[in-house]
């Protein structure tokens, strides 16, 4: 079955930061880009347009984040969904130093630090604490540690398998 991620293709970026009409101060720019991973005949990934994808496919989220303006900004989250119809590849998410990366199993409501622990209640009262496996991560978050200062950029990525 065809499956088309243009539509999917969206980012939430939540950026607290001060901002004067004047344009100065900090100024985000981001983009998001999916690439199909295929592997070529010498057994190495090669990135192609995201298309059109298939079940089983592998596709990779570029997130690319500079600060334009001419002032650092603080409290600044990068976020990447987990489309439906993908699951995310576990420990694909980019590990860079500076960020602080976190996973959401509940839509993007919280975020937690990997392995992602939930309750569960037994049927005689008691409860439980589970790990999440990959195929319950809804999102992706990076929290830039600090200041995110004037012309600094960020790149971040992760995989998902189409289902």
Same mark, same amino acid.
């Given at each position: 079955?065809?499956?088309?991620?243009?539509?999917?293709?969206?980012? /939430?970026?939540?950026?607290?930061?001060?901002?004067?009409?004047?344009?100065e101060g900090p100024a985000l720019k981001g983009e998001m880009?999916?690439?199909? /991973?295929?592997?070529?005949?010498?057994?190495?990934?090669?990135?192609?347009?995201?298309?059109?994808?298939?079940?089983?496919d592998m596709v990779e989220y570029t997130l690319n984040y500079?600060?334009?303006?001419?002032?650092?900004?603080?409290?600044?989250?990068?976020?990447?969904?987990?489309? +439906?119809?993908?699951?995310?590849?576990?420990?694909?998410?980019?590990?860079?130093?500076?960020?602080?990366?976190?996973?959401s199993i509940d839509g993007g409501r919280t975020f937690h630090?990997?392995?992602?622990?939930?309750?569960?209640?037994?049927?005689?009262?008691?409860?439980?604490?589970?790990?999440?496996?990959?195929?319950? /991560?809804?999102? /992706?978050?990076? +929290?830039?540690?600090?200041?995110?200062?004037?012309?600094?950029?960020?790149?971040? +990525?992760?995989?998902?398998?189409?289902?």
């Amino acid at each position: 079955m065809r499956r088309s991620l243009s539509a999917a293709i969206f980012l /939430i970026i939540t950026a607290v930061m001060a901002a004067s009409a004047s344009a100065e101060g900090p100024a985000l720019k981001g983009e998001m880009d999916a690439r199909k /991973i295929v592997v070529d005949g010498e057994n190495r990934e090669i990135a192609v347009p995201a298309e059109q994808v298939y079940p089983s496919d592998m596709v990779e989220y570029t997130l690319n984040y500079r600060n334009e303006g001419d002032s650092p900004a603080s409290g600044v989250d990068l976020v990447g969904p987990v489309p +439906s119809g993908t699951v995310y590849l576990d420990k694909t998410a980019s590990d860079i130093e500076g960020l602080e990366t976190r996973f959401s199993i509940d839509g993007g409501r919280t975020f937690h630090a990997a392995p992602v622990m939930y309750e569960v209640v037994r049927k005689d009262g008691t409860v439980e604490m589970r790990a999440a496996t990959p195929d319950m /991560i809804t999102h /992706i978050r990076w +929290s830039v540690d600090g200041f995110f200062n004037a012309g600094q950029e960020v790149t971040v +990525s992760y995989r998902v398998q189409v289902k």
